[in-house]
């Protein structure tokens, strides 16, 4: 089992900033993918930023140039940094994680975390 626990949300004006944390309960080395997906209301969950198995990291489109994942693997966590916020980045934020397992993968998924863009 992984236990993943998102901080870092919170309100912020329009062109401000916010770092979001996903602590995760063991090693991230571990992973064969580790990022951070977002659902806003009414909307399906989206993929934000993540950093895959072979040194890839994805970006959505809507946020590259803005947000910058990052990860400290001797704390075992990651980050995103969010900067530029539009009120359409409004959205609870999850971190996810994937496992390899001798059938294929699993996924595990934080509790999420709100950020609301608004003046």
């Known amino acids: 089992q992984v236990q993943l626990v998102e901080s870092g949300g919170g309100l912020v004006e329009p062109g401000g900033s916010l770092r979001l944390s996903c602590a995760a309960s063991?090693?991230?080395?571990?992973?064969?993918?580790m990022g951070w997906y977002r659902q806003a209301p009414g909307k399906q969950r989206e993929l934000v930023a993540v950093?895959?198995?072979?040194?890839?990291?994805n970006y959505a489109d809507s946020v590259k140039g803005r947000f910058t994942i990052s990860r400290d693997h001797s704390k075992n966590t990651v980050y995103l940094q969010m900067s530029s916020l539009k009120p359409e980045d409004t959205a609870v934020y999850f971190c996810n994680a994937v496992t390899a397992v001798p059938t294929g993968t699993m996924d595990y998924w934080g509790k999420g975390t709100l950020v609301t863009v608004s003046s």
């Open positions: 063991r090693s991230i080395f571990s992973f064969y993918a």
């Open positions: 950093f895959r198995s072979g040194g890839i990291t």
